[in-house]
C-alpha cells in the first residue's frame, strides 16, 4: 500500500506520495539526494520532491491505499460544484472542476473512469459527447472569460440547461451549438 498526502484546491482533492523512509526510495534517483534528516517527503507527478509539513493550509490528512486514483474523480474534480468556472461537462450536463491548466489531467481520470482502455483521453471525451470549458485569455483582454468547447460541435439539451444555470448561456459558441442542435432535442 502506498500512503499519500492529501490536500484540497479551489477545484478538488489532490494527492502527493508521502515518504517516511529510506526504503521506500531505494533505487530511485530520490535516494542519491534525499537524507534520512530530509524526510518526511511528499513527491510530485513530475517527478519532484518537497518537505513534506503538517501545517500547510492546503493540507488535510494522510490516506493509504493502492488505489489509482487514490481517490475518486468526483472529489479530485469536483462535481456539479456551484461555483464552477472551468473544467468539463458530461452530456448529462455534469461538471468537474478542474484549474486553468488541469483539463489535460483530469481527461485522463476521467476517460478513464467513463472510457476505460481509451488511448487519448481527451479526444475521448470529446467524442463522447463532453464538454470542454477552458478559459479564453489571450494575454491582452484585461478579464479572463470562460469559452466552451464541443469537437463534434454539438450540444445536448442537459448540457444547455447547465450552461444557462452556469450564466454561459449567451457565449457565442454556445449560442451557435444551441441553434445547430435545438431540433434534435
Known sequence: MKKYAVYKSDTGYYCREYVETMEQIAGTA???????EKLPIIIDSGGGYSEF??????????????KEP??????MYFKN????K???MSPDGD???CDYT???????YLAAKFFPGSKLPERALGKGG??????????????????VYSLSGKITKRQADRLFDLGLYNNTEVREMIKECENDW
Open 95 to 97: 461538471t468537474y472542476s
Open 130 to 147: 463532453w464538454l470542454k470549458i477552458i478559459d479564453s485569455w489571450n494575454g491582452t483582454e484585461r478579464e479572463h472569460s470562460q469559452f
Open 30 to 36: 530520490f535516494e542519491h539526494f534525499v537524507t534520512e
Open 53 to 66: 509539513s503538517e501545517k500547510d493550509y492546503r493540507f488535510v490528512k494522510i490516506i493509504e491505499t493502492d
Open 70 to 75: 487514490p481517490l475518486p474523480v468526483e472529489k
Open 81 to 84: 460544484k456551484k461555483d464552477f
Open 86 to 88: 472551468l473544467g468539463w
Open 102 to 108: 488541469g483539463h489535460t489531467k483530469a481527461a485522463k
